[in-house]
């Protein structure tokens, strides 16, 4: 289970990440890396 102050880090990553991805796809960034990186992140994050 997560806790309040994991989850408010979370949401403060996840709309920063928003941002990112945002301006990669702005950017004809690949896709896919960032697909890559997301996931990595998402799993080595503890949960």
Known sequence: ?????????LMRFGS???GL???LLHSNFST???KEVVL???LASPS
């Open 21 to 23: 991805s945002i301006g």
């Open 1 to 9: 289970m997560v806790d309040l102050k994991t989850l408010v880090g």
């Open 32 to 34: 896919n890396w960032h």
């Open 16 to 18: 920063a990440r928003m």
């Open 40 to 42: 990595t992140v998402i």
